[in-house]
């Protein structure tokens, strides 16, 4: 009975904070800032998941981000902009939206299995960004039918220095968060 007492407590801590961390995103991700010169907006989105993989780990932050992109697919105003819908999740954005699986997966898996090192976390958030780039400019060259070079110049380069401000804001944050939470015995 003690066993099936603590899965269930186990169970119970692992769903509130999926549930606890997808609302954070939920709630940062829409906030965002339209550029006159391309369809990708400056948003917290990113942030937001580097700081999930913080507090759950590898694969509840998948989870997590699975369940917030879900949401924003069948609707909700999740995305940024408050927007949502399955067609924000195939349009010529999508791909970036797609990509943020990606980043949970490596950020969150580099954090659980080395939770001490710091500059690792940074790597891999770099790397993890890099693909989720990657991802989504093919996936707009595709949609938006324009050529890569184009691409790169509408929605990867205004956002490197953007995107390195939020890697150092969450490598500060995040530890913290990780932390606070091993110390309450929540992750």
């Not at 939770?115 to 958030?125: Q, S, V």
């Not at 490197?160 to 890697?167: C, E, F, N, P």
Request: with cysteine; charged share 10%.
């Amino acid at each position: 009975m003690d066993t099936s007492v603590n899965k269930t407590s186990e169970s119970v801590k692992n769903i509130a904070l999926i549930g606890l961390m997808t609302a954070v995103i939920c709630i940062i991700g829409p906030i965002s800032v339209t550029l006159p010169f391309t369809p990708v907006p400056i948003s917290l989105q990113i942030f937001a998941i580097y700081i999930t993989a913080y507090a759950l780990g590898f694969s509840r932050s998948i989870v997590s981000t699975g369940i917030y992109l879900l949401l924003g697919a069948v609707g909700l105003p999740v995305f940024s902009g408050y927007q949502g819908g399955f067609s924000r999740l195939v349009g010529p954005t999508g791909g970036y939206l797609v990509g943020y699986i990606f980043i949970a997966l490596i950020v969150g898996g580099v954090i659980s299995k080395f939770p001490k090192k710091i500059w690792l976390h940074g790597l891999a958030m770099v790397i993890a960004v890099t693909i989720c780039y990657m991802f989504g400019t093919v996936w707009f060259t595709i949609q938006a039918n324009v050529d890569f070079k184009s691409a790169l110049y509408m929605c990867v380069i205004p956002f490197i220095l953007g995107d390195a401000i939020k890697i150092a804001l969450a490598l500060v944050v995040g530890p913290a968060i990780y932390h606070a939470l091993k110390k309450a015995n929540l992750n």
